[in-house]
């Protein structure tokens, strides 16, 4: 077993020979060997020891096809997960070969016609048989009956599975499945029963108990009760009234519903009197927990609830969510919401996550063109635009002494740990690179003004530019397309600065004054002699 890289490096003669012995070696070992050699090139052969395959590199040399040829049999094709296309499979005689089974988890493609005098056996735990090509056709299975044909079906033009009598498919179906899971039921008569009866009577032999289809009507036939069953138990049913029993076997209600196992039961009652529609959670005591849908009014109504639906408690308690038995959510009783906690005491909304996952993802999927398509606005209604006051704070908590890893203020300002900032500036990303302009009279025309905000609450002095300014001197380091806040109707967007671009022209006006600088002390170097 030997690989190589197919390329001679210069060296002494033993080397050299020794280096081409080796690559003769891994030429006559088909580069074998547990893992894949570390060079390879479109068209190259691997055997692979660690698995017994022949495997070819493709043509793009990103991926090894494996060869059906066997390395450690004689006269062996393994198909594994493969296809075999052709064709003929086989010869005409004894001689030429005669292909009796395919074990493979492949496809077996028959272009013409499939006679088998026994059975077909499709083995495996998935087995698929397909018929049709893909192309317009009608293609079926026909069961030849001796008095009567039946067919399974495609009806192409109709894309319909038909079951039907005879052998072509479309005519006197019985049971017709569109593309939209749509199940039709036909019949020549204009009335369709699915009877019910002892196992071999005759069809009709016991015309009471049905479900049958008649004109635009679709009917439920008993001359009693109906009974549904669950492992040779009663589940539900309904009785000759009308009434709908769960869990027992004499409804009173429209729906009457019974749990002895403990957990909370359920009962629809509508008397008419309410001029909302509702569900109680009831238990022996009192109601617990109520959905309402109506205008309001009553017991439990409320002017608010008009035309919404309803879902909490009226005593004083939390609601709570659970998911296969176990807490996911709570809304305690001062509003305050939990998510993967119990706790709901430090926060309006807590959020805890244990998995690797965020916690809260939010996207929106809105057109920019059409307005600002903002993932979340954050309110702040206290103190507005000044340095004391945290908007938002990102906090380290895993010891249970929360620090601030970035703090946003209320004025917008960013307080963390600055020699983590980065900007992205991987070349793979940037087009047109080029050397930037000089920038030292661009820098030397911009005025430096110091200002305060029209809504700052402190007394703090700030430099900075002017974008109107800037813009006559620079355009390309003003934002023109508009700040976060909407301009007054008739004025144009709020302009802002790049000050990342600015600091950067900076740079460059620094490295023109250091060349400045350096022919300057050359000129004085030359006087000095």
């Not at 409804?251 to 008397?271: C, M, N, W």
Request: aromatic letters at 6%; one cysteine or more; glycine letters at 10%.
């Amino acid at each position: 077993m030997a690989q190589h890289d197919y390329v001679i490096a210069n060296a002494s003669g033993a080397t050299v020979r020794a280096d081409i012995n080796n690559m003769a070696l891994a030429i006559s070992s088909n580069n074998s060997g547990s893992s894949e050699p570390g060079t390879t090139y479109a068209y190259e052969w691997w055997i692979d020891t660690g698995n017994n395959l022949l495997k070819l590199r493709n043509s793009a040399n990103n991926a090894w096809i494996t060869m059906p040829f066997s390395i450690t049999a004689n006269n062996t094709v393994d198909v594994n997960g493969g296809t075999i296309d052709g064709a003929v499979i086989g010869g005409s005689s004894a001689a030429a070969g005669t292909f009796t089974t395919l074990t493979a988890s492949g496809t077996l493609g028959v272009s013409g016609l499939l006679t088998a005098n026994a059975n077909i056996t499709l083995a495996g735990t998935t087995p698929t048989l397909t018929i049709g090509d893909g192309g317009a056709e009608d293609t079926k299975i026909v069961f030849d009956g001796n008095a009567q044909d039946y067919y399974i079906g495609l009806d192409d033009s109709a894309d319909d599975l038909v079951i039907g009598r005879g052998s072509a498919v479309g005519t006197t179906p019985n049971i017709e499945i569109n593309s939209s899971n749509d199940i039709h039921f036909s019949s020549a008569d204009s009335d369709v029963k699915f009877y019910f009866g002892s196992a071999g009577g005759a069809f009709g032999s016991n015309s009471s108990h049905n479900v049958r289809a008649s004109g635009n009507d679709f009917m439920f036939n008993s001359v009693a009760n109906y009974i549904y069953e669950v492992g040779g138990a009663e589940k539900m049913r309904i009785d000759s009234s009308g009434n709908v029993g769960i869990g027992t076997d004499s409804p009173t209600k429209k729906l009457h519903v019974v749990e002895t196992s403990g957990y909370p039961i359920a009962r629809f009652q509508e008397d008419g009197a309410s001029l909302y529609s509702k569900l109680d959670v009831e238990n022996a005591n009192s109601t617990a927990a109520v959905v309402v849908m109506g205008t309001g009014g009553g017991s439990v109504g409320n002017s608010a609830w008009a035309n919404n639906a309803v879902f909490g408690t009226i005593s004083n308690a939390n609601v709570v969510l659970l998911q296969n038995d176990t807490e996911r959510m709570r809304i305690d009783t001062s509003g305050n919401v939990g998510i993967g906690t119990t706790d709901t005491t430090v926060a309006k909304t807590h959020i805890v996550e244990s998995e690797s996952r965020d916690c809260l993802r939010l996207t929106n999927t809105r057109n920019p063109s059409s307005s600002a398509p903002y993932v979340a606005t954050f309110g702040f209604n206290y103190q507005p635009n000044n340095g004391t006051s945290t908007f938002l704070a990102c906090q380290d908590d895993l010891d249970g002494s929360p620090t601030n890893r970035l703090v946003i203020l209320s004025n917008g300002g960013i307080a963390n740990y600055q020699s983590n900032d980065s900007n992205l500036s991987d070349a793979r990303l940037k087009t047109d690179i080029q050397d930037a302009p000089n920038a030292l009279d661009i820098i030397n025309n911009l005025k430096v003004r110091t200002f305060k905000y029209h809504d700052q609450t402190d007394e703090k002095i700030h430099t900075g530019l002017i974008a109107q300014e800037t813009e006559t001197v620079d355009l390309s380091l003003v934002n023109q397309d508009g700040w976060a806040d909407k301009a007054p109707d008739g004025e144009e967007p709020y302009k802002s600065i790049y000050n990342t671009d600015l600091m950067f022209k900076m740079l460059k006006a620094m490295q023109e004054q250091q060349e400045q600088i350096e022919a300057l002390k050359a000129e004085v170097d030359k006087l000095k002699g």
